[in-house]
């Protein structure tokens, strides 16, 4: 569709696409008449949010005339005692995509650039590209980020490295030991973030907790998230982990009470809340392997060695036909074109109903298109 109003946008934003996010059920069950369709577009947490979490959250709704602490006080307080850190390395985001956008509008500039890996989450393109600067985009090396790669796109005009640890949507990770030689052959001037989303579901033993090296990298910013093992997606709370110094920049562009009040109820609760954690996880685990059994018993080939609460399986054939029969059939999984893998689909662990539901429709989606 022709924009009347893109001649008078910012130049950039003519080449930017919105971010799509996975299909809403109500809109589906709209367009089909229908009241029983499952989600596993989104990499949701399927338990949703603990008791506590929600019994924060609807004490916290009895003030919402009320603005909330625009400092996010006692959330940054938490955060910092989980992670051993000072409240003062804490910036807390609507979601950890509003600490990515906070991070490109104080790092990235025209004329800058940034790195990022292909099949990398699509925001780090997005933030970039909205402020001005130009993307990079180093070669995957089996999905996964190759850091020889990336390092080699480094030049005096990178301001930022964005690394998805591990990565949306391929699941693929990085050790620690060649993570921490990346890091430190990096320059000083470039900021180097490493988006942590899912680190709470991995159970690798050479999968670092990056959080503890701010000590040893002072350029370098770790976001995570209420969204995925907490259950708080629809509250959008999320936060970076930083030196001060860096923190201080961030909070300088950080829009005013950006975090709502009854999210940071919700998230000081859930991050005490270790037994919704070690239960989230514990499914996790348990159906995670029945879906890639399952997957692979219908003779579809997965990414290898990824981790997270999702997979993203290879239909050896466009996905997008076989995805909007899997929408006939009730199940919304979320196509990734988009990301450079036109014939993958990335399928969230569900319920065990919902998986269970998920593997028949897409057996009977798999024979009739045969």
């Not at 890091?183 to 989303?197: F, K, T, Y």
Request: charged share 20%; proline share 6%; aromatic share 6%.
């Amino acid at each position: 569709m022709n924009n009347p109003f893109l001649d008078r946008a910012a130049p950039q934003i003519a080449g930017l696409t919105p971010y799509v996010p996975g299909k809403p059920v109500t809109e589906l069950e709209r367009e089909l008449g229908i009241t029983d369709s499952v989600k596993l577009a989104s990499n949701e947490n399927p338990l949703g949010c603990g008791d506590a979490a929600r019994a924060a959250y609807l004490a916290e709704a009895e003030e919402l005339g009320r603005y909330p602490d625009g400092g996010g006080f006692a959330l940054r307080a938490a955060i910092a005692a989980h992670h051993g850190l000072a409240a003062e390395q804490v910036t807390l985001g609507n979601g950890s995509n509003d600490v990515l956008d906070q991070i490109a509008r104080v790092f990235l500039y025209p004329g800058g650039e940034s790195i990022f890996s292909e099949h990398a989450f699509a925001v780090y393109q997005i933030a970039t590209t909205a402020v001005g600067a130009t993307p990079r985009v180093a070669p995957a090396r089996d999905y996964g980020h190759d850091l020889e790669a990336m390092a080699a796109l480094v030049s005096e005009r990178t301001g930022v490295v964005w690394i998805a640890n591990p990565n949306n949507p391929t699941g693929t990770w990085i050790a620690a030991e060649p993570l921490r030689d990346f890091l430190s052959a990096l320059p000083e001037h470039c900021i180097a973030v490493v988006d942590e989303a899912y680190f709470e579901y991995v159970e690798e033993s050479e999968y670092p907790d990056t959080s503890t090296w701010l000590e040893h990298f002072p350029n370098l910013i770790v976001t995570r998230t209420f969204a995925k093992i907490h259950g708080l997606a629809a509250l959008r709370v999320g936060y970076g982990l930083s030196h001060p110094a860096v923190a201080e920049l961030l909070n300088r562009v950080r829009h005013p009470f950006n975090v709502n009040a009854p999210a940071q109820a919700a998230a000081v609760a859930a991050l005490a809340d270790r037994e919704h954690v070690r239960r989230s996880l514990a499914h996790n685990r348990a159906e995670l392997a029945r879906v890639r059994d399952g997957l692979r018993a219908l003779g579809l080939a997965l990414i290898p060695a990824s981790v997270g609460n999702f997979v993203t399986v290879d239909l050896g054939r466009l996905a997008g036909p076989i995805n909007q029969a899997l929408l006939g059939e009730g199940v919304i999984c979320r196509p990734v074109a988009n990301y450079g893998l036109p014939h993958h689909l990335r399928i969230s662990i569900g319920l065990a109903s919902e998986n269970d539901r998920l593997l028949a429709a897409l057996a009977a989606v798999l024979k009739r298109t045969a």
